[in-house]
C-alpha cells in the first residue's frame, strides 16, 4: 500500500513518490536529523514479515554500505517502522540508463563516460567481495552532471513485473545466492546464473557486457519472446556481431563487449579493475582522436566509394592509434601507454618472447591448475592455441623460428631445441633452465650451476661470492650479454651486469635492488630493460631501464601488479607480463569437507593456530606482499582480525596470551607482544641477529628462539618470559624442528641436511628419528606426546600422518589443499591442533596476464 506524504517512517519524513525501485516503493524523505533529503525504500511485506530473508538483506545491505565510491549510491540507515521496513539512501537527482536507452543507443562518447563509471563503481564492489547480480539499466542512474551510479547493491531480490518503459524482458526472482537458486533479471543474467550456479564476480561482468551490448546497439544481446527462450540464448548462442550490427564501433570496444559476454568466466577478467582501466584507456584515447579531427573528417561526406571507404579507414586507424598510444604528429607530452592483454585464461604463465615475425607470440603457461604447455598467439588477436610440444618452459627463440625450451625432467630442468613449426625436441643439456640463442640463431648462452656459459661449455662469466645468474639476453649486435645477479643469503640484493662476449670482462650496469628479474635490450635505444623491486618493505617490482654504457637508471613505469618485461619488439611494442599474486589462509576440520577463508588482506600466511583452534596468527602484508610485517590474531567464527602490531610473528603461547615476533626488516631484536591488554616486551643481545624461528615450552613461561652473534653460527637459545639473559640450549648445528613435547622434556630440532632429532631438554644427546624421506616437515606432537604430526608432500595439497616415536608406526590423518589448483605452487605452511582435528594452512596463488604494451618509452 502506498504511503502519504508526511507519514514518518523513524527519523524520515516521507515527502514524495519517486515510482518503483528493484524491490518495493521508492520515496524523496527528508531526515530530520540532519536536514538532508534521502531515498527512502520500502521493502515489500513479503521480505519484511520472513526474519530470515530479513537479516540476510540487512547483513547484506551493511555490507553495501560500506562503499564508499562516488559511482555506487550510499546506503545510509537501514530500519523499520511499525510493520514497515526501510532502506534510506543517497537522493540521486537524474534519469536511469533504461531511459536514455529509450531513443536506441547512446553517441559513443557519453557511452564511454557512463561504461567507465559503472565499471569503476563494479570494481570498488568486487574489491570488497560484493557481488550485484542485479546488474542492469534500470540499476544505474545518470546524473544530469553526466555521473553514473549503481543502485541496489547487495539487495535480497523480488519478482517484480516487467514495465511499460522498456524496461526488464523478465522478472527479477527472489532468493538469496544459495546454489540452484535463479537471482537476477533473465535479459541480463549470465550463463553461470541462468542455471542456478554460485556466482562471483564475473556473472557481473557478464551482466555489464550485455548493457554495454545495448548501449552500442540500442537492442538487447538476447533478446527472445520470452523468458525461457532468453535463457537458452544466452546459454547456446551468440549475439550479433558488434562489427556487422555497428561498424563503426572501435576495435578496443569490440573487444571489450566479446571478452566480458563469454560464455566461460574463466575467458572474461581476470579482474574487474582491468576491465574499468581499458575502458577508461578507450575513452581517454578515442576523447584525443575526436579532438584531432578524425571523427569529423570520417563523417564528412565523400565523392566515391573509394575515398569513403578511405576516409572510414584513416578514421579507425586513428581511433586505434588513440588507444594504442601512438600519435607521430601530436605535439604536447608525450602519449599515455597502452597495455593490450593476449591472454585471457586464469593460470601461472612462465617465460614470453616475440616470434621472427614480431606479432606472433609464445609463451609457456600453467592454465587452470594443468601442467606447463607452451602455447601462442598473435598481437592483434584474441585467440590462443597450444603448440604440438610436450610440457615444457619456454626460454627463447631465435631468428629462425627456433625454440629453447627446458623439459621437466626427474634430474631437473633439461635444455633441448625444436622448431616453432612443431617436431620432436632435441634434448642439449640437464640443468639449464635459462638460456638465449644469439642474434644469428647459431648458437646459445646458458646459465648453468648459476654460471655463464657462451659457447656452451665454454664459461664466460661467474657470479660474485654468495650469488648467482639468471636470465641471460644478448645485445641486438651480439656483442654483449647481459643478466641478473642475485646475491642470495641474510641481505638479498640483485643487481643488472653485462659481459663482454670476446673477452668476458664483467660490468655492473645497476645495482642496490632487493630483488630483480625480466630481462631485455631494446633495440632501438641500447638500454636494459628489467624489472626491480626497491629494498625498502612494501614496495613491488617495477619496470626500469638502464644505459649500459653511462649506468644511468630510469623508472619507465609502476604498474599496479608484479610487472616483468618478457621481450621487446623492433617496433619498440614491449612484452610485458602482470601477475596477480595473492596468499590465503585456509581453515577447516579433519574429516569435513567444508573449509573456512580466514584471510583478512591480500596476502595472509598462517604464522600458529590456537591448542583449541579457535583462533590462527597471521602475517600479512599488503598488496602483493610486498609490505609483509603486519601481525593479526583472527577467531575461526571469522570475526574480524584484530591487529596486534608490526613485525613478523613465529608463534601464539599455549594460553593464547603472548605472541613471539621479530621485526620485519631488521631481525635485531625478538618481541613479545600481549594478544589482550598489556606491554608489549623487547628482547635484544648486542650484535646478534634473530631468525624467524621461535616455539614455546609448555609452560608457556620460556621459549626457544634460534639467532647468531656476528659472524658466528646459528645456534637454538632458550629465553625466559621474564626477560632474564637467554642461554644456549642446543649444540651448534642444529636449527628448530617444531614444538616441544607436551611433558616438556623433549625439543624436536633439525639439521642443515634436513633430517630431525629429538634433544632432552635438561641436555643430553640428539637422538635421530627414522622418519621416511618422503616426510617434508614435522607439524608438532600429538596431545598424548607420544606420536609426531608429520606432512608428505600429495600435490597439490598434502598429506598429514602421524607417526608413533616408539613403534615408527605411520597412519594417515587428512589430506588437504586447495580445491582449485590454478596458480598454486604447493601448501605455504600448514598448522594442525594437537587433537588432529583442526588445521589451517597457506596457499599462494600466482595468476598471469600477458600484455602487448606501445607507448613505453
Excluded at 500500500?1 to 523513524?10: A, E, K, V
Excluded at 601464539?652 to 613471539?660: A, C, E, F, R, T
Aim: with cysteine; net charge neutral.
Amino acid at each position: 500500500m502506498p504511503i502519504s506524504s508526511g507519514t514518518r517512517l523513524g527519523p524520515y519524513e516521507i515527502l514524495t513518490p519517486l515510482g518503483a525501485g528493484g524491490m518495493g516503493e521508492v520515496y524523496r524523505a527528508r531526515d530530520t536529523r540532519l536536514g538532508r533529503e534521502v531515498a527512502i525504500k520500502v521493502l515489500p511485506e513479503a521480505l519484511s514479515s520472513d526474519s530470515g530473508r530479513l537479516r540476510r538483506f540487512e547483513k547484506e545491505a551493511q555490507s553495501a554500505s560500506a562503499l564508499n565510491h562516488p559511482n555506487i549510491v550510499t546506503v545510509y540507515d537501514i530500519g523499520s517502522s511499525g510493520a514497515t521496513s526501510y532502506m534510506a539512501m543517497e537522493l540521486v537527482e537524474g534519469v536511469t540508463l533504461r531511459q536514455l536507452l529509450a531513443d536506441g543507443s547512446l553517441p559513443q562518447k557519453k557511452l564511454l563516460a557512463v561504461a567507465v563509471q559503472v565499471a569503476e563503481g563494479l570494481a570498488k564492489a568486487h574489491g570488497a567481495g560484493i557481488v550485484h547480480r542485479d546488474l542492469k539499466p534500470e540499476n544505474v542512474m545518470v546524473t544530469r552532471d553526466g555521473f553514473a551510479k549503481i543502485l541496489d547493491f547487495g539487495l535480497a531480490k523480488l519478482t517484480q513485473p516487467e514495465n511499460s518503459s522498456g524496461g526488464t524482458q523478465a522478472a527479477t526472482v527472489s532468493g538469496g545466492t544459495e546454489p540452484g537458486m535463479v537471482v537476477g533479471t533473465v535479459s541480463y543474467m549470465s550463463p553461470e546464473q541462468t542455471l542456478g550456479k554460485p556466482l562471483d564476480f564475473r556473472s557481473d561482468q557478464f551482466s555489464f557486457g550485455s548493457m554495454l551490448y545495448e548501449m552500442v546497439t540500442g537492442k538487447k544481446a538476447f533478446a527472445r519472446a520470452t523468458g525461457p527462450e532468453t535463457m537458452t540464448a544466452i546459454l547456446r548462442e551468440e549475439p550479433e556481431p558488434l562489427a556487422t550490427t555497428m561498424p563503426a564501433t572501435p576495435v578496443p570496444l569490440r573487444w571489450v563487449v566479446e571478452r566480458c559476454l563469454a560464455k566461460d568466466p574463466e575467458e572474461r577478467y581476470a579482474s574487474t579493475r582491468d576491465l574499468a582501466r581499458d575502458l577508461g584507456r578507450l575513452r581517454d584515447g578515442i576523447s584525443e582522436a575526436s579532438a584531432s579531427g578524425a571523427f569529423a573528417a570520417a563523417a564528412g561526406a565523400a565523392p566515391s566509394a573509394f575515398s569513403t571507404k578511405r576516409v572510414a579507414t584513416t578514421a579507425l586507424a586513428l581511433i586505434a592509434g588513440a588507444t594504442l598510444g601512438v600519435f607521430a604528429t601530436r605535439k604536447g607530452p608525450p602519449p599515455v601507454a597502452d597495455y593490450r592483454a593476449v591472454t585471457y585464461r586464469r593460470g601461472t604463465i612462465g617465460q614470453a618472447r616475440f616470434a621472427p615475425d614480431g606479432q606472433t607470440i609464445v609463451y609457456g603457461a600453467e592454465w587452470e591448475g594443468k601442467p606447463t604447455q607452451l602455447f601462442s598467439t598473435r598481437a592483434d588477436s584474441t585467440e590462443t592455441a597450444p603448440l604440438p610440444l610436450p610440457s615444457a618452459f619456454l626460454s627463447a627463440i631465435s631468428s629462425a623460428g627456433k625454440l629453447a625450451v627446458a623439459l621437466n625432467r626427474n634430474s631437473g630442468p633439461t635444455l633441448a631445441e625444436v622448431s616453432l613449426a612443431g617436431g620432436a625436441p632435441r634434448e642439449i643439456l640437464e640443468g639449464v633452465a635459462f638460456a638465449d640463442w644469439a642474434p644469428d640463431g647459431r648458437g646459445l648462452a646458458v646459465i648453468r650451476r648459476w654460471q655463464l656459459e657462451f659457447p656452451i661449455g665454454k664459461v664466460l662469466g661467474t657470479p660474485a661470492k654468495g650469488a648467482a645468474l639468471a636470465f641471460p639476453r644478448f645485445s641486438p649486435d651480439g656483442t654483449q650479454i647481459a643478466a641478473i645477479e642475485r646475491v642470495r643469503g641474510d641481505n638479498e640484493e640483485s643487481s643488472v651486469v653485462v659481459f663482454d662476449v670476446a673477452t668476458g670482462r664483467k660490468r655492473t650496469v645497476s645495482s642496490g635492488w632487493g630483488f630483480a628479474a625480466g630481462l631485455a635490450w631494446h633495440p632501438r635505444t641500447g638500454e636494459i630493460w628489467f624489472s626491480p623491486r626497491d629494498v625498502e618493505p612494501g614496495s613491488v617490482l617495477m619496470l626500469c631501464a638502464v644505459s649500459p654504457s653511462s649506468g644511468k637508471t630510469r623508472v619507465i613505469a609502476r604498474p599496479p601488479g608484479v610487472t616483468l618485461v618478457q621481450d621487446i619488439a623492433r617496433d619498440g611494442r614491449v612484452l610485458l607480463r602482470v601477475d596477480d599474486w595473492h596468499e590465503s589462509a585456509t581453515y577447516g576440520r579433519v574429516g569435513s569437507a567444508a573449509e573456512t577463508n580466514l584471510s583478512w588482506l591480500d596476502f595472509s600466511r598462517v604464522m600458529d593456530i590456537s591448542d583449541d583452534g579457535n583462533a590462527l596468527l597471521l602475517e600479512e602484508g599488503g598488496r602483493g606482499g610486498g609490505a609483509r610485517g603486519s601481525i593479526y590474531l583472527r577467531r575461526s567464527d571469522g570475526s574480524p582480525a584484530t591487529r596486534l602490531g608490526d613485525g613478523k610473528p613465529l608463534a601464539l603461547s599455549p594460553d593464547g596470551k603472548w605472541v613471539i615476533a621479530v621485526p620485519g626488516t631488521t631481525p635485531d631484536r625478538v618481541l613479545v607482544i600481549p594478544t589482550g591488554a598489556g606491554q608489549s616486551k623487547v628482547l635484544r643481545k648486542e650484535n646478534t641477529r634473530y631468525a624467524p624461528a621461535a616455539v614455546w615450552m609448555p609452560d608457556g613461561r620460556r621459549f626457544l628462539f634460534l639467532a647468531r652473534t656476528g659472524d658466528g653460527p646459528w645456534r637454538v637459545y632458550l629465553q625466559e618470559l621474564s626477560g632474564e639473559t637467554s642461554r644456549p640450549f642446543a649444540p651448534e648445528g642444529f636449527g628448530i624442528g617444531g614444538p616441544v613435547s607436551p611433558d616438556g622434556k623433549v625439543a624436536l630440532l633439525n639439521d642443515t641436511n634436513h633430517k630431525w632429532f629429538l634433544y632432552p631438554v635438561e641436555g643430553g644427546e640428539a637422538r635421530p628419528i627414522p622418519l621416511d624421506p618422503d616426510v617434508i616437515d614435522v607439524l608438532r606432537w600429538d596431545a598424548s606426546g607420544r606420536g609426531l604430526f608429520v606432512l608428505k608432500e600429495a600435490p597439490p595439497g598434502v598429506e598429514i600422518w602421524r607417526f608413533d616415536v616408539s613403534s615408527g608406526r605411520q597412519e594417515k590423518v587428512a589430506a588437504v589443499g586447495p580445491s582449485d589448483p590454478t596458480g598454486t605452487n604447493g601448501i605455504d605452511t600448514v598448522y594442525l591442533t594437537p587433537d588432529g582435528k583442526t588445521y589451517a594452512y597457506s596457499v599462494m596463488r600466482q595468476l598471469s596476464t600477458l600484455f602487448v604494451v606501445t607507448g613505453l618509452r
